[in-house]
């Protein structure tokens, strides 16, 4: 799930900074307040990469994908990108965590056999 997970949070980060300069077009919004948010944003994914894991991590991925969803109140693109990263999101979750059961069931069955061999 790790490596599934971390690959989504890698491609969110480059669409966050990709963002932020679409953002910093808009003369409402002060560059400060763009490059602060969109740099906890990108900080925050390259952190949840290594928490993907630990308890919370998954959740934490949820809270992103929710606020990069909302960030399409100040770039309207974000609306459907935020949607297509919070399916990248469901998907690493959901067949990472298959692909972890598997790879549980594969190591259970062959550890017997490694022991038997041994002795």
């Known amino acids: 799930m790790r490596t599934l997970c ?6 969110e980060f480059f669409v966050i900074a990709f963002a932020g300069l679409v953002a910093m ?4 919004l002060s560059t400060s307040t763009v490059w602060l948010v969109s740099g906890v944003a990108m900080v925050l994914c390259l952190l949840l990469c290594g928490m993907v894991t ?3 991590g998954v959740a934490l991925g949820w809270a992103l ?4 969803i909302a960030s399409g ?4 693109t974000m609306f ?8 990248l999101w469901w ?3 959901h067949f990472g965590r298959k692909v972890d059961e598997a790879k549980a069931r594969a190591a259970a069955q062959t ?3 490694s022991t038997a061999d041994a002795a």
């Open 111 to 113: 550890e017997p056999s």
């Open 73 to 76: 109140v100040f770039v309207p």
């Open 91 to 93: 998907a690493s979750v």
């Open 65 to 68: 994908q929710l606020a990069l």
């Open 6 to 11: 971390a690959s989504t949070l890698i491609g």
């Open 54 to 56: 630990r308890p919370g």
């Open 25 to 28: 077009k808009d003369p409402d």
């Open 80 to 87: 459907f990108m935020g949607a297509v990263f919070a399916a």
